[in-house]
């Protein structure tokens, strides 16, 4: 009875510090996300977007910070993403 309530205590205080930092991991990737994005493009740079397990490769011509990203590439003259869609981005 002891051990299932120990464990039962160990699992609440380990779920309410992952829920209390969470969100300051994923506030520091967008931020990481969005600079690389800028990057893209200030210096006109390529990248790849990954978006649930695929892979867009564009350059950005305009962000809406917090909404979308547009990009262009040699097969496509406009792809619009939303910034919630995107999981990571590698520059070229």
């Given at each position: 009875?002891?051990?299932?309530?120990?464990?039962?205590?160990?699992?609440?205080?380990?779920?309410a510090l992952l829920s209390v930092?969470?969100?300051?991991?994923?506030?520091?990737?967008?931020?990481?996300?969005?600079?690389?994005?800028?990057?893209?493009?200030?210096?006109?740079?390529?990248?790849?977007?990954?978006?649930?397990?695929?892979?867009?490769?564009?350059?950005?011509?305009?962000?809406?910070?917090?909404?979308?990203?547009?990009?262009?590439?040699?097969?496509?003259?406009?792809?619009?993403?939303?910034?919630?869609?995107?999981?990571?981005?590698?520059?070229?």
């Amino acid at each position: 009875m002891k051990q299932s309530i120990a464990r039962l205590f160990v699992g609440a205080t380990l779920a309410a510090l992952l829920s209390v930092h969470a969100p300051a991991w994923a506030q520091d990737a967008g931020g990481t996300i969005m600079q690389t994005l800028e990057t893209s493009m200030k210096e006109k740079k390529g990248l790849n977007v990954y978006i649930n397990g695929h892979n867009l490769t564009g350059i950005v011509v305009k962000i809406e910070p917090g909404q979308w990203v547009e990009m262009r590439s040699q097969q496509f003259a406009r792809i619009v993403v939303r910034m919630e869609r995107i999981d990571a981005v590698a520059m070229q």
